[in-house]
């Protein structure tokens, strides 16, 4: 069956769950589902052909596999279930690369990504306020109805893309462009996700390298970088950080602080390298991460977490060489290294930076996060990789 979907109601579908991510992950799913049984009815897959002209889909199709077959030496089916749904997400990745993309589309889909951002931040600031009488995600205020952690994520990535169309004008004017950066900067400041924070100071400066060329190379890195640090001026966030330094120089193997967030972090990293030391090849199997370092736990070889559950090794390498074992770290690399080189040759394109500044979050921010199981971590990089990232949509010259 093959149901004519208009192009606007195809593309909005599209742009749906990036939307609703930083307001409801309910609304999220419900968007997904929809856009898998339109996409289904429209008869776009009938273009397959297309996939095989994207460099990351043997990769994924094989990390795919090697996941679903990973777990027939699980104890833990239900979450591993969960991490090969995170995994499968890469089926988005496969239905954008057979959608008849075009510029405005293209435009129409970061503009969804952009009005989620803002509407979450209007309601977070009315819900802090008092103003609107729902609570902040986890009583945490300025979050509104997104984890803190993914919220910072997201308006790092957002920044990083204004910045290139502030340069560009290609999505909205100057003035806009301006607006925008300046609110979700002042969010970000407001809030404790240390993860996008530090991922913005890292990013930013090497954004601006790589946009402002010529004379302009080393100076405007500078001031990206005098910008960033001027962050810390903050009195919130300044403490946040050195909350953040306090807990790694406290953290030694013999003495474990298991209650703070880095200490719980780096004891899950250290959990995930020993598995990985003793299964190298097949690791423990999908989903039985917890299990096994749980065992750990009671053979005294890591720190015991109290109550904690740490179903991932906070770190995304970790993770998947623990579970999966060589086979599918290397799968996973394979993929990464793929979509990194798709996008990087697409750079001076909208859709491409847009692709690009988030595989740089992913990748960083991986070190001390487990994206690749998150739930819309795990979908915003299949979102980026289906983008049109080898058609040329340039609005000026690049050199």
């Known amino acids: 069956m093959r149901l004519r979907i208009p192009d606007p109601w195809m593309f909005s579908l ?45 990769p994924w199709l094989l990390l795919m ?37 075009r510029e405005r589309w293209v ?10 951002i803002f509407i979450n931040e209007l309601l977070a600031f009315l819900m802090t306020w008092k103003i609107l009488p729902w609570q902040n995600t986890d009583w945490i205020p300025y979050t509104g109805f997104c984890d803190h952690i993914f919220l910072s994520l997201v308006l790092a990535h957002a920044i990083l893309w204004l910045v290139y169309d502030q340069k560009q004008q290609w999505n909205f004017p100057r003035w806009a462009n301006w607006l925008l950066i300046v609110v979700f900067a002042l969010q970000m400041a ?15 400066p090497v954004a601006l390298f790589i946009l402002y060329p010529g004379r302009w190379r080393w100076a405007v890195p500078v001031v990206g970088v005098l910008a960033a640090v001027g ?9 946040h950080f050195l909350v953040g330094i306090q807990e790694l120089q406290h953290f030694s193997p013999a003495q474990a602080d298991v ?64 579970s999966l074992g060589i086979i599918g770290l290397l799968l996973f690399l394979w993929v990464l290294w793929a979509i990194t080189r798709e996008s990087w040759r697409a750079r ?20 001390f996060d487990s994206l690749s199981w998150g739930y819309a971590d795990a979908v915003n990089i299949a979102w980026m990789a289906g983008l049109p990232l080898l058609m040329r949509w340039s609005p000026k010259a690049m050199p």
């Open 14 to 58: 599209y742009a749906l769950p990036l939307f609703f991510f930083p307001l409801s992950t309910a609304g999220s799913g419900i968007a997904m589902g929809l856009l898998i049984v339109a996409y289904g009815l429209s008869g776009h897959w009938r273009d397959w052909r297309a996939i095989g002209e994207r460099g990351w889909w043997l």
């Open 107 to 116: 435009k129409w889909v970061i503009r969804w990504f952009l009005a989620g």
């Open 259 to 322: 209650h703070s967030s880095w200490g719980i972090r780096l004891v899950a990293m250290w959990g995930g390298l020993v598995l990985f030391w003793m299964h190298p090849l097949f690791g423990v199997g999908t989903g039985n991460f917890y299990p096994a370092v749980m065992q750990l736990q009671a053979q005294h070889v890591i720190p015991a977490t109290g109550d904690f559950v740490m179903n991932t090794a906070a770190n995304s390498y970790i993770s998947e060489a623990a």
């Open 231 to 239: 962050l810390f001026a903050i009195p919130d966030l300044r403490a």
């Open 348 to 367: 001076w394109t909208p859709q491409g930076w847009f692709a690009l500044t988030y595989v740089a979050i992913f990748l960083i921010g991986g070190l």
């Open 190 to 204: 407001l809030t404790p996700g240390r993860s996008g924070q530090l991922l913005l100071v890292l990013l930013l």
């Open 65 to 101: 596999a090697w996941t679903a077959i990973g777990l027939l030496w699980t104890s833990n089916m239900f979450f591993g279930q969960k991490v090969t749904v995170s995994t499968f997400d890469a089926i988005f990745a496969f239905m954008g690369a057979t959608l008849p993309w």
